[in-house]
């Protein structure tokens, strides 16, 4: 059972840096992509990034390019999401979600099969 462990969250000042990492436990991931999702509070989970696992073929949020880099280790089984010039409105729970096969539709969550449980991203103005 492949399970997804997100690490990293934290407060950060706004203009900050911050790396999420999620970490594959259970098995190596053999899926199509993984991506993160953010979720603020009152409000619908929405997409940030997506990496295909094999090309690192990479798909942002268009609130987040130029400031957020995403990129896989495959031996470490786990992905990263550098986060920079970090915004209050960057505030939510982050999620890393890992998708089985090609969806097109990459930046619906209902594409990706496995979820990690979230970590807290607080940006303070």
């Known amino acids: 059972q492949v399970q997804l462990v997100e690490s990293g969250g934290g407060l950060v000042q706004a203009g900050g840096s911050l790396t999420l990492s999620c970490t594959v436990s259970?098995?190596?991931?053999?899926?199509?992509?993984m991506g993160w999702f953010r979720q603020a509070p009152g409000k619908e989970r929405e997409f940030v990034v997506r990496?295909?696992?094999?090309?690192?073929?990479?798909y942002y949020a268009d609130s987040v390019e130029g400031r957020f880099f995403v990129s896989r280790d495959r031996a470490k089984n786990t992905m990263y999401l550098q986060m920079n010039s970090l915004k209050f409105e960057d505030t939510a729970v982050y999620y890393c979600?890992?998708?089985?096969?090609?969806?097109?539709?990459?930046?619906?969550?209902?594409?990706?099969?496995?979820w990690g449980q979230g970590t807290q991203v607080t940006v303070s103005s």
């Open positions: 259970g098995g190596t991931f053999s899926g199509f992509a």
């Open positions: 979600a890992g998708m089985r096969y090609y969806n097109q539709m990459v930046r619906d969550a209902g594409a990706y099969d496995y």
């Open positions: 990496i295909t696992w094999n090309l690192e073929s990479t």
